[in-house]
């Protein structure tokens, strides 16, 4: 593959070869279907293109697989799309105008829910050809949808199999709704989107029927509920006052009397229990139904005891208003408290509230607008103690962005509560990377696990099979053939557009069975992925039995409470068993300014002009050596991007390309006893079993870091001290041997990490087929010596201390030294040559007690001590020069293109004395000829001018 391209060029020319050659088909199919090893990916929406947050997923989604593969695994890889919900009907609603749930019945559910089948896979191309250039290998041809009738008729089975397990349930409850999307959303969805927001609170007051004047204080941050008010609870064993301020009269907490009447005049009439106001009757804020005919009328505002009320916050007396809170709506239960629900499901007051009807209660562009009104309304009324700004968390819908309501309405509920004990035991299997999400934020989540609301009342999305008849009977399906035989009709989709037209006869009485209206969670569909996918239990049965749980997941850390747990859910559910057995887990990218990405804000540069710049595998593996592999956040840069791309990929072109100089002349099969040949081989062995060790425990950082301090190794160290090896004769054939060995080892250990310059290595070596058919290497337990690395470690230090030495004594490498002693443990003639060579000196001698003499200048590190001799005799001023020329003339060669096959005549002119006396020096003339491949060296004038040591040379070379 031609090298004269940058290396993104090549890696397009590399996927070429990939797709023309079939190498992922291969790479799949030359594995045993008995070996399998499966992963699930989770399935994305298509209604926007590839952001970081996905290719850090994605990158994780190929390493793995990659690596596997090499372990002699079929590893099958299928692209999914996510199809279904808000997402999709927003952007409909959008585009068509359709502003609530009576517009799209308007137009028409059929041609809604077509107009958002059309908008599905609106930028299906470009995530393939995002997600192909990239180097991930998945097959999104074959992919599976979540609107496709198969994967449908697979969460039907799923639902049906939680029915006859008795582990759904439909109920009334108090949960988050969105106003705007009028729809439940379960705690799942709520989660994801929690924003600091300051309300308005108030301190209400509610005056006692039979002590005119006499006001009972309640503080909420929900002015919007009060005119729902049906009751107010104390605590029974919280100790209350009497307060009187001018002609009032005020109840509440003791504990809080001082923060409520702080720098007014106020005397405590007396204290007593909150057990003796329980049973007292009030004036209600608002008279809209204090005449209405509604159940338990007789318990209407009335003072009620709760083991929920507390000091805390407020004044120690809650308003309680059962529509709208799950403690309120269980005190309503237990005491038989009316219940008034003055709020539609489109977050508006009914037409009951006359002052207010038709209002939203928390207007998207002004959430706290209705409840300043309220304020207004009870303060002309005299109602209103006190209100301040109140800051808190407060959710809003993860789609459209709405204010959430809690609210009482029905739903379809998984019982998870019930299953807690198992999920618990089921997730102590579960291999978590990072470890600790394991026992929090994913232990804590199923700790706290409630049951999970399913239904949607929506329209694009999967129906819950359930039909029901007046008689109250009934039927959940499971399959498209048993709504076929029940229904007589022939069934194509199952969307709710076509399944509400087909009733079934009831087996109780001889009406007919109607489907209910609500389509079912999306998180529902995603964590039957699994099964979905595979079209189980109607296909594939055996082979997903076999493979089941997966070895394999990874997402986002925010999935901690979406995606990983309702697949742990609905696996436990089902088959009593976890359905993951591994899971890495990413945090987010974050701007490198620590701020979150922002297209408005321009502060990230685009993914794919990054990898037009430096390519994938510098993306890949600036991503997978981060932190962000190991659930934290990323500040991305692309300095880091440039770094990887100089310091991995260039360095290693480089490397390549210096093997290739000299590989015609190279016995690749020859053997080497030198030490830095034993030293590489066992650097490339040791990093092979690190590298497979750390993947095979999903340590993917930890994988990826050894490989980049290797490639440094490979490069400073190892082809540096080797160069002039490779002109030797003797020697060139052992070095390039172990080096060609140490670079086809390499390639196999990045091809997970780094696809295509693994796979560019691989080929440049001249073999045939892909690295990515291949199996990982085996390490060599025998070319491992553990002395070898250690003495070499020990050269390196001595060598680090010694160019401190020079350094602080401002002598340069090239000029030579006559020695350096160590004390230390002693080493052999081998490594002191290479001590030597290092720095420039021409002796190591190893001593057991070092004199510090003039002359020398002596460094320690340790229980090392080294002494450098600084003198500088004639015979080492000419060697001296000898280098600084070479490196001049060996600069203009490189200039000039000259390749290491071109002799070249070197004509030289200087005004220097020193010079002109050097270039009289036979033997130091002929190290210079040598050393530059010169033919010959002639006095006479030259035309580049370089400066050696401060003095001036002109130099003119020509090939000869």
């Not at 009104?373 to 700004?389: C, M, R």
């Not at 160290?717 to 140490?742: C, N």
Request: net charge negative.
């Amino acid at each position: 593959m031609e090298t004269k391209k940058t290396f993104p060029q090549i890696e397009e020319d590399i996927m070429k070869f990939w797709e023309e050659n079939k190498i992922f088909e291969k790479s799949v199919e030359n594995r045993k279907e008995s070996n399998s090893y499966v992963f699930y990916d989770g399935p994305p929406f298509a209604t926007g293109l590839p952001h970081y947050g996905h290719i850090v997923a994605g990158t994780m989604k190929d390493l793995v697989p990659r690596f596997w593969t090499m372990k002699g695994k079929r590893v099958e890889r299928r692209w999914g799309w996510d199809c279904h919900g808000l997402p999709i009907e927003n952007i409909v609603e959008k585009e068509l105008n359709l502003n609530s749930r009576k517009d799209i019945e308007t137009m028409g559910v059929d041609k809604f829910n077509e107009a958002c089948r059309s908008k599905v896979l609106i930028y299906a191309d470009e995530w393939k050809r995002i997600v192909k250039r990239l180097g991930r290998w998945v097959d999104m041809e074959n992919d599976y949808k979540t609107m496709d009738v198969d994967f449908m008729e697979s969460v039907w089975w799923v639902f049906k199999s939680l029915w006859d397990k008795n582990l759904l349930y439909e109920g009334h409850k108090s949960m988050h709704i969105c106003p705007r999307c009028e729809t439940t959303l379960s705690n799942i969805e709520v989660s994801q989107n929690y924003k600091d927001v300051k309300d308005i609170s108030v301190t209400a007051k509610f005056e006692l029927v039979d002590e005119p004047k006499t006001y009972v204080l309640a503080w909420t941050t929900t002015p919007w509920t009060l005119p729902g008010n049906v009751a107010l609870a104390v605590g029974p064993d919280l100790t209350y006052v009497k307060v009187e301020m001018g002609e009032e009269k005020y109840i509440l907490v003791k504990e809080l009397v001082a923060k409520f009447f702080d720098g007014k005049e106020y005397k405590v009439l007396g204290s007593f229990k909150g057990s003796d106001l329980v049973g007292k009757k009030y004036v209600p804020l608002f008279d809209y139904y204090k005449d209405a005919d509604l159940i338990n009328k007789e318990n209407l505002y009335v003072i009620e005891s709760a083991d929920f009320v507390s000091t805390e916050d407020g004044t120690g007396v809650v308003h309680i208003a059962p529509a709208f809170g799950e403690d309120d709506m269980r005190l309503g239960q237990e005491k038989k408290l009316s219940f008034i629900q003055h709020v539609g499901q489109d977050g508006r007051f009914t037409a009951d509230v006359k002052d207010f009807a038709g209002k939203e209660v928390k207007p998207k562009e002004d959430p706290a607008a209705t409840d300043v009104e309220i304020l207004k309304y009870l303060s002309a009324k005299g109602l209103i103690f006190s209100k301040e700004k109140y800051a808190h968390s407060y959710p809003f819908c993860w789609r459209c962005e709405s204010p959430l309501l809690n609210y009482a309405t029905n739903s379809w509920f998984v019982k998870v509560a019930e299953q807690k004990e198992a999920l618990l035991k089921n997730a102590e299997k579960i291999n978590w990377v990072p470890d600790h999400l394991k026992e929090g934020r994913f232990g804590q989540w199923l700790e706290g696990a409630r049951d999970w609301s399913i239904s949607r009342s929506r329209y694009w999305g999967n129906p819950l099979p359930v039909w029901k008849c007046e008689c109250g009977n009934i039927k959940v399906i499971g399959s498209k053939k048993e709504l076929e035989e029940l229904s007589g009709s022939k069934v194509e989709d199952l969307h709710k557009h076509f399944v509400d037209k087909l009733e079934i006869p009831c087996d109780k009485c001889s009406k007919k069975m109607k489907r209910i209206p609500e389509v079912l969670d999306c998180w529902f569909e995603s964590g039957s992925m699994p099964y979905g996918q595979m079209h189980y239990p109607f296909e594939n049965k055996a082979k997903f039995e076999a493979n089941y749980p997966a070895e394999f997941i990874a997402e986002g850390v925010d999935q901690c409470r979406a995606w990983f747990y309702v697949l742990h859910v609905l696996g436990v559910s089902l088959f009593n068993k976890n359905a993951y057995k591994n899971v890495v887990v990413n945090g987010i990218v974050l701007a490198e300014d620590g701020q979150k990405m922002s297209k408005s804000k321009k502060n990230y540069p685009d993914p794919m002009l990054v990898v037009d710049k430096y390519g994938a595998d510098a993306l890949r593996f600036y991503l997978t050596s981060a932190s962000v592999m190991r659930a934290e956040d990323l500040c991305f840069s692309e300095k880091g991007v440039d770094e990887v791309y100089k310091k991995v990929v260039l360095i290693l072109m480089n490397v390549l390309n210096f093997y290739k100089m000299y590989e015609a002349r190279v016995d690749v099969k020859a053997k080497s006893e030198n030490v830095l040949d034993q030293w590489l081989m066992t650097k490339t062995n040791l990093l092979i079993q690190e590298v497979g060790e750390k993947m095979e425990a999903y340590e993917l950082t930890k994988a990826a870091r050894p490989i980049a301090d290797y490639i440094d190794e490979l490069s400073t160290w190892y082809v540096r001290r080797s160069r002039d090896r490779f002109k030797e004769e003797s020697e060139i054939s052992p070095a390039g041997a172990t080096l060609r060995q140490a670079l086809e080892k390499l390639s196999l250990v990045l091809a997970p990490f780094m696809p295509y310059l693994a796979e560019h290595i691989w080929q440049t070596l001249g073999n045939k087929d892909s690295v990515h058919l291949q199996d990982w290497p085996e390490v060599d337990k025998k070319a491992i010596d553990k002395k070898i690395l250690e003495d070499m470690s020990r050269v390196r230090e001595i060598v680090e201390l010694g160019l401190a030495a020079r350094d602080e004594a401002k002598v340069k490498v090239r000029q030579p030294l006559q020695y350096i002693r160590y004390e230390a443990k002693e080493l052999n003639k081998e490594f002191e040559r290479i001590i030597a060579e290092e720095l420039n000196v021409k002796e190591v001698k190893w001593t057991e007690g070092i004199i510090i003499k003039p002359g020398r200048m002596m460094k320690e590190s340790g229980d090392l001590k080294v002494a450098l001799n600084l003198e500088i005799t004639e015979e080492l001023k000419w060697e001296g020069l000898v280098r600084e020329i070479t490196r001049q003339v060996n600069n203009l060669r490189k200039e000039a293109g000259f390749t290491i096959e071109d002799k070249a005549d070197l004509v030289y002119s200087t005004e220097s004395e020193q010079l002109k006396e050097f270039f009289t020096k036979e033997n130091f003339v002929e190290q210079l000829r040598k050393a530059t491949l010169l033919a010959s060296i002639k006095v006479g004038e030259g035309t580049n001018e370089v400066k050696v040591n401060d003095e001036k040379l002109k130099i003119t070379l020509t090939k000869s």
